[in-house]
């Protein structure tokens, strides 16, 4: 670590006139993911995630049951499933798509940590998902 000394001059508004006397400390380079020390840091490989979405009714709840299916498939193939909670048909706060019911599931699970932006991008373009929201836990 290297010290460089600098001084200053200040002149404010009034035409007061001040010098400023202050050391810059340069430190050594790191790359990104680094500790000081030079150890790299620990990155896990695979995160915990909670994901809630909500599939439309509009054709029954045996329409989504397909959808449940089609991620749940997605989620074992690139992670490790955990648990799946249906919370089943539940009135919505406000509607989505001109619906004012959808069918809740909430899925717990393990995965690496570019599978959430995926899982999202299929969800977005499958018809039948009204909402998805995707937390990781730790």
Known sequence: MTSEKYSVKIIDRCGNRSRIKFKFYSLPRMHRGQRPEGGALRMSANNSYETMMVFSVANGEEAAQPLVEKF?????????????DEWGKRK?????????????????????????????????ITDGVLRTLIIRKN
């Not at 997605?74 to 648990?83: Q, R, V």
């Not at 406000?94 to 932006?117: K, S």
């Open 72 to 84: 749940k498939a997605m989620i074992e193939a690139n992670g490790t499933l955990e648990s799946v």
């Open 92 to 124: 919505l706060a406000y509607l989505i798509d001109d619906e004012p019911e959808g069918f809740y599931v909430l899925f717990n699970y393990q995965a690496p940590t570019e599978f959430p932006a995926e899982l999202d991008r299929v969800a977005k």
